[in-house]
């Protein structure tokens, strides 16, 4: 029984034999589409490609795609677990042609791989075509598909649009035919959403451009663009029509089960289903740089996260689980994407945090739930503004209570929470706003096919000639400009805008103007100078100077360069979790951040600063070296998790350190890097770490500065210090003494103060009412004070001082310390028997408004508000004596 594995190898190698460039899987985040929130299909990464906006070194490719369906228009959450084929995560398996070959090839190499490579019975598949698509009919009956086993569908269940206007044309579909042991009926059917016959493939003929008139005509360039899902295909090759029943997935749920102890087959395996495949999303999510946060991707990310973590909670799961199952999900799925492995650590950590502060508001939340519930008529819906709190307050998505109310029977007003949403001003958004690309960019493709992408000179000139290819104002192109406009060159120093290095500033100059460049930003590999025309105007076709403002790059580059120094500096600090989650490399300063769930130690701090400095004043040769990426990781090269790379990369080396990277096997930094660097490390001149903050969930930021700016700050630091050396009237090597010597000094000048108030007060020369001379009360001897300028703690050796003076009998002392009372009241121990100090400090501390007081017979202590009716408390005590 073959493997998900085996089958995902069958499949490519197939096509790999047809002439097909076996393309790896993009990121789960697509870099090409701002209406997709997640890559949810095969064909994202090759859309401009089928648009003819972009060409490729290739006409044909296969791919395994991994995709997410859990947010916005494509969203499969509330399915998950329930039913047998719904996923948050699946591959996507594919063939594609650009404009190579069309029906007449794409239908046989279908069918040749389903029932030879594959093996499966010619009898048990059937097809659907499009009613009209007669081509596609008459082929499938040449290869010897029966005619009662060719459906023709006349709903866009097998007409394919990419969206309301743009490529679009009929599909054929292959479905298995699992049995009449299962209900269910052939597509088209009344009985066709059975799980009888499933669909396994889609074959896409992209031959048509559907336009906003409702017009259509026929493409110049063809396509095919086919889809098979993984996990369906791997359920039917391994004897199953339950996805949940593959190799793969039976080893995750086994994973769960052996984690918290339940049955993995039992009452219980729905609980197990959700986990398996959360896991697999959450992890591949984390491993392409996205991580949990209250809106956007990250939120997505959140709402999965914590829909696992229910279920681990509905199973007994008193401790976080999920993180213990990565292990179980690298061993399955690593070979095939490398990317996994890389970013165990974090996605084990993430995780594992994640989890432990879901569990702190889960019970509460629950119990809200339950609280909510009982209040309600049988069967009646959760009110809105209910679910809105749970959200609100204690971070459950409308999803997750959904889930918890399924089990229920139960519902939630849906509309009741969109108006509390509103009305609250929502802290998070539920669907993704776009990625942010310029809308416009198919004008850069446009000029790179006609003109070529920019060749960048930068990596080793500041000052370079080029020729103007492309003016654009206003959105579209010109021949001639003044004011502001984006220029395109063939050939520039200037750097785009990318990897967190800001783009380059400077000026153009032609033989009929002057433009000073505001910034430089890149699409479709075409250089976009944005510029505002200072003098005359300028023209394509012109030659012109491009000079790169020095001091600025100078500056950038020292940034960008301690980045990389400071990067390896916090996995040696903090472990190998840490990777880049983002950087900014700009002229001012430089911000870093990583991956990393708690705030840095001083110590820590201290010691990233130290390693980053002392690989500066190494002074040693940054070198760059070109190769595949294969090779770069290869040799231990860091990459940026998600970030795109073409056949070659620049691989950055800095520092010296037997480390066993690099291929010499001492490089301290080895990155992938595109971006501008110093030559020596010692160029970037000094560095200042400012300081460690939170940047979200999950990830740390780094602020520091270099160069120029790193010694002004350290000229402040040493005019501060100078400063307070001036103050001590002390030497730097002498501080410490000198701080030892101030403090003992202040000691010694308190304990003086508070003997020199105890003399005072005993010899009646501080402010003091009720007399310090001891009078007679029932026969025994009292002393009664009232003192300022006398502290609370100097009242109990004041009164040991009065009973040793009397001998035998009662002293009442009251201090005003800093506008409240203290009280104290002391009884010789001859007399304990006859009075207790702590009766007189309470009857003493009512009058003054306070609560009451206590200590041993011979000594009590009491405080109050105010010293205002001291006469009234003395007389108090005296009460206590008379009785």
């Given at each position: ?9 069958t499949?490519?190698n197939?096509?790999?034999k ?6 790896p899987?993009?990121p789960?985040v697509?870099r ?9 299909s095969?064909?994202v990464?090759?859309?401009n490609?089928?648009?003819g906006?972009?060409?490729r070194?290739?006409?044909?490719a ?16 509330d399915?998950?677990?329930y039913?047998a084929r719904?996923h ?22 279908a069918?040749?791989l389903?029932t ?10 059937y097809v ?5 698509d ?17 459906i023709r569908?006349?709903?866009s ?5 990419m969206g309301?206007t743009?490529?679009c044309?009929?599909?054929t ?8 042991h299962?209900?269910g009926?052939p ?5 066709e959403?059975?799980?009888r016959?499933?669909?396994i493939?889609?074959?896409v003929f992209m ?5 906003e008139?409702?017009?259509?005509k ?5 396509s ?9 295909i791997g359920?039917?090759?391994?004897g ?6 593959t ?6 749920i086994?994973?769960?089960a052996?984690a ?10 729905v ?12 992890s ?13 991707r990250?939120?997505v ?12 909670h509905?199973?007994g799961?008193?401790?976080p689980?999920?993180h ?6 690298v061993?399955k799925?690593?070979?095939?994407y490398?990317?996994l ?6 996605i084990q950590e993430?995780?594992?945090l994640e989890e432990?502060?879901?569990?702190q508001?889960?019970?509460?939340g629950l119990?809200?739930l339950d ?9 009646a819906?959760l ?9 609100d ?5 409308l999803?997750?209570?959904q889930?918890?109310?399924?089990e ?6 849906t ?10 001003k929502?802290k998070?958004?539920?669907?993704w ?9 198919t ?5 790179a096919?006609?003109?070529g992408?920019?060749d960048?000179?930068?990596y080793?000139?500041e000052v370079a ?16 400009a003044t004011?502001?406009?984006q ?10 805008e990318?990897g967190?290095q ?20 890149k699409a ?21 100077q491009?000079?790169v403002?020095?001091?600025?790059r ?11 120094l400071?990067?390896?500096a916090l ?8 990777a880049?989650r983002g950087?900014?490399?700009a ?12 705030g ?14 002392t690989?500066?004043r190494?002074n040693?040769?940054?070198?760059t070296r ?9 040799i ?9 790379y ?6 950055v ?10 291929l010499?096997g ?9 971006g ?18 939170a ?9 520091a500065l270099t160069?120029?700016?790193a ?12 400063g ?5 009237k002390?030497?730097p090597?002498d ?6 010597g101030l403090?003992?000094e ?15 007060a ?9 007399g ?7 026969g ?13 703690r ?7 001082e009065?009973?040793?003076?009397i ?12 506008g409240?009372a ?6 010789t ?5 006859r009075v ?7 009857a003493?501390?009512?009058?003054l408004?306070g609560?009451?007081?206590g200590?041993r ?5 009491g405080?109050?508000k105010s ?17």
């Amino acid at each position: 029984m073959p493997s998900l594995n085996d089958i995902r190898s069958t499949f490519l190698n197939y096509f790999e034999k047809q002439g097909h460039q076996i393309v790896p899987s993009s990121p789960l985040v697509p870099r090409n589409d701002p209406t997709l929130m997640f890559t949810n299909s095969g064909m994202v990464q090759f859309k401009n490609a089928f648009t003819g906006v972009e060409t490729r070194d290739y006409n044909r490719a296969t791919s395994s795609q991994k995709c997410v369906r859990a947010g916005g228009k494509h969203n499969d959450l509330d399915n998950v677990g329930y039913t047998a084929r719904h996923h948050t995560f699946f591959e996507m398996l594919g063939n594609f042609s650009f404009g190579d070959y069309f029906k007449e090839q794409a239908i046989p190499f279908a069918w040749e791989l389903i029932t030879k490579e594959f093996g499966i019975p010619k009898e048990r598949l059937y097809v659907t075509v499009y009613h009209t698509d007669d081509e596609a009919f008459n082929i499938w009956k040449k290869i010897g598909v029966p005619e009662e086993h060719i459906i023709r569908i006349a709903t866009s269940d097998n007409f394919w649009q990419m969206g309301p206007t743009g490529p679009c044309g009929p599909c054929t579909e292959i479905f298995y035919d699992h049995g009449d042991h299962i209900w269910g009926g052939p597509p088209g059917s009344p009985e066709e959403d059975g799980d009888r016959f499933i669909e396994i493939w889609n074959v896409v003929f992209m031959q048509n451009e559907q336009f906003e008139d409702g017009s259509m005509k026929a493409l110049d360039m063809q396509s095919i663009d086919t889809g098979m899902g993984l996990e369906r295909i791997g359920a039917l090759l391994q004897g199953s029509h339950d996805n949940y029943d593959t190799d793969l997935m039976k080893s995750l749920i086994e994973a769960s089960a052996h984690a918290t102890s339940v049955d993995p087959y039992g009452d219980q395996n729905v609980h197990h289903r959700v986990i398996a495949d959360h896991l697999r999303s959450t992890s591949f999510l984390i491993a392409d740089g996205v991580m949990p946060a209250n809106d956007g991707r990250g939120y997505v990310l959140r709402r999965i996260m914590r829909r696992a973590m229910r279920h681990a909670h509905l199973l007994g799961a008193k401790d976080p689980v999920m993180h213990q199952l990565v292990p179980a999900l690298v061993s399955k799925m690593g070979a095939a994407y490398p990317e996994l492995g890389q970013a165990q650590s974090l996605i084990q950590e993430t995780l594992k945090l994640e989890e432990t502060r879901f569990k702190q508001t889960l019970d509460r939340g629950l119990k809200l739930l339950d609280d909510e519930l009982g209040g309600l008529a049988e069967n009646a819906p959760l009110p809105g503004a209910a679910a809105f709190k749970l959200y609100d307050t204690y971070g459950f998505p409308l999803d997750l209570t959904q889930d918890a109310l399924r089990e229920k029977g139960r519902e939630v007003d849906t509309d009741g929470f969109d108006t509390a949403m509103a009305e609250q001003k929502a802290k998070a958004r539920a669907a993704w706003s776009g990625s942010g690309e310029a809308a416009d960019s198919t004008i850069w493709f446009d000029i790179a096919d006609k003109q070529g992408t920019t060749d960048f000179l930068g990596y080793d000139t500041e000052v370079a000639e080029g020729q103007i290819v492309a003016l654009v104002a206003g959105g579209a192109q010109t021949d001639k400009a003044t004011g502001q406009v984006q220029i395109i060159l063939n050939q520039t120093p200037f750097y785009a805008e990318s990897g967190g290095q800001v783009g380059d500033t400077g000026v153009i100059k032609t033989e009929t103007g002057i433009a000073k460049i505001i910034d430089t930003k890149k699409a479709a590999g075409v250089f976009i100078h944005m510029a505002e025309v200072t003098k005359g105007e300028i023209s394509k076709g012109q030659g012109a100077q491009l000079t790169v403002s020095n001091t600025r790059r100078s500056a950038i580059r020292a940034n960008h360069s301690a980045t990389h120094l400071l990067h390896e500096a916090l996995r040696n600090a903090l472990g190998d979790h840490v990777a880049q989650r983002g950087s900014l490399n700009a002229e001012d300063r430089l911000r870093f951040d990583f991956s990393h769930a708690k705030g840095l130690s001083e110590a820590e701090l201290t010691q990233v600063s130290n390693e980053v400095n002392t690989y500066i004043r190494q002074n040693t040769a940054v070198e760059t070296r070109i190769m595949t990426p294969d090779d770069a990781r290869a040799i231990g090269a860091q990459a940026l998790f998600g970030e795109k790379y073409g056949d070659e990369v620049r691989v950055v080396s800095m520092g010296r350190a037997d480390t066993g990277k690099g291929l010499d096997g001492d490089t301290y930094s080895l990155e992938l890097c595109g971006g501008t660097h110093v030559k020596q490390t010692g160029d970037i001149g000094a560095f200042v770490l400012l300081g460690d903050s939170a940047s979200s969930s999950g990830v740390r930021r780094i602020e520091a500065l270099t160069g120029a700016a790193a010694n002004a700050h350290n000229a402040a630091e040493a005019a501060r210090l100078n400063g307070v050396l001036s103050l001590l009237k002390a030497q730097p090597a002498d501080v410490v003494d000198r701080v030892k010597g101030l403090l003992d000094e202040r000691k010694a000048l308190q304990n003086e103060v508070a003997q020199l108030r105890r003399d005072l007060a005993m010899s009646g020369g501080a402010d003091q009412a009720g007399g310090a001379e001891a009078r007679e009360i029932n026969g025994i001897k009292f002393i009664a004070q009232v003192l300022s300028g006398v502290s609370g703690r100097d009242l109990p050796a004041l009164i040991d001082e009065h009973k040793a003076r009397i001998q035998s009998g009662a002293v009442l002392l009251i201090a005003d310390a800093d506008g409240k009372a203290a009280v104290a009241a002391g009884v010789t121990k001859d007399l304990t028997g006859r009075v207790k100090a702590p009766d007189l400090v309470r009857a003493a501390v009512v009058e003054l408004g306070g609560k009451g007081g206590g200590g041993r017979p011979d000594m009590a202590q009491g405080g109050a508000k105010s010293t205002e009716n001291a006469e009234a408390a003395i007389a108090a005590a005296v009460k206590v004596l008379e009785a």
